[in-house]
């Protein structure tokens, strides 16, 4: 029967919100192959209406609605996926290992070159200045101020209102959240909660 194939595509797709399975490439390449086989027997049925003007319209639909509803399911799953993949662009500057296994060869291909294209766009913008987007921030911070303690001598650091703060090995500091993020995330600082 048509679309049973795309059907589980679709509940595939589904899935994919909460988590991010391997790249079923079997159960597309079978989807892809129906969508095939309708669209050649809906040619058929084309030209068969061309030269013996026969109504061959209900017939027609049997092959043309599948067709339709598989093309669309395709795209929902490939979307889904595109941008769980412009997610991880976003969170990491490379794919994970234990991620790399779960996507296709164009998919490591779309992410390296979105990855790159996101860099190179907004690290040439003068407006972003320093700023630098891939923090791995997702949402917005709840707590605009934190205590963090020093694991590494980082010296005197200038924050964003002009004061001067030194970090000295296992002190412990009240800061602002965006004066310190980027020693978080290089391991100079640890955040305690």
Same mark, same amino acid.
């Given at each position: 029967?048509?679309?049973?194939?795309?059907?589980?595509?679709?509940?595939?797709?589904k899935r994919t919100i909460d988590h991010f399975p391997p790249?079923?490439?079997?159960?597309?390449?079978?989807?892809?192959?129906?969508?095939?086989?309708?669209?050649?027997?809906?040619?058929?049925?084309? *030209?068969?209406?061309?030269?013996? +003007?026969?109504?061959?319209? @209900? #017939?027609?639909?049997?092959?043309?609605?599948? =067709?339709?509803?598989?093309?669309?399911?395709?795209?929902?799953?490939?979307?889904?996926?595109?941008?769980?993949?412009?997610?991880?662009?976003?969170?990491?500057?490379?794919?994970?290992?234990?991620?790399?296994?779960?996507?296709?060869?164009?998919?490591?291909?779309?992410?390296?070159?979105? *990855?790159?294209?996101?860099?190179? +766009?907004?690290?040439?913008? @003068? #407006?972003?200045?320093?700023?630098?987007?891939? =923090?791995?921030?997702?949402?917005?911070?709840?707590?605009?101020?934190?205590?963090?303690?020093?694991?590494?001598?980082?010296?005197?650091?200038?924050?964003?209102?002009?004061?001067?703060?030194?970090?000295?090995?296992?002190?412990?500091?009240?800061?602002?959240?965006?004066?310190?993020?980027?020693l978080i995330n290089q391991g100079y600082l640890l955040h305690?909660?």
């Open positions: 029967m048509y679309g049973e194939e795309a059907s589980k595509l679709a509940r595939e797709a790249y079923n490439d079997t159960l597309v390449r079978s989807v892809i192959r129906e969508i095939r086989h309708l669209h050649e027997t809906c040619e058929e049925l084309e *030209e068969e209406f061309r030269l013996q +003007k026969q109504q061959v319209e @209900s #017939e027609y639909l049997v092959y043309k609605t599948p =067709l339709q509803r598989n093309k669309r399911i395709l795209m929902a799953y490939h979307h889904q996926r595109l941008e769980k993949i412009k997610e991880f662009a976003w969170v990491f500057n490379a794919i994970p290992e234990g991620s790399r296994r779960l996507l296709s060869p164009d998919e490591i291909i779309f992410f390296n070159e979105y *990855e790159k294209q996101c860099r190179n +766009k907004y690290s040439n913008l @003068s #407006e972003f200045g320093e700023i630098d987007l891939g =923090l791995g921030m997702i949402s917005p911070p709840k707590e605009v101020f934190i205590t963090v303690r020093v694991l590494k001598d980082c010296g005197d650091i200038v924050t964003e209102s002009g004061a001067t703060l030194s970090l000295k090995k296992n002190s412990e500091h009240f800061v602002k959240r965006g004066d310190v993020e980027r305690v909660a």
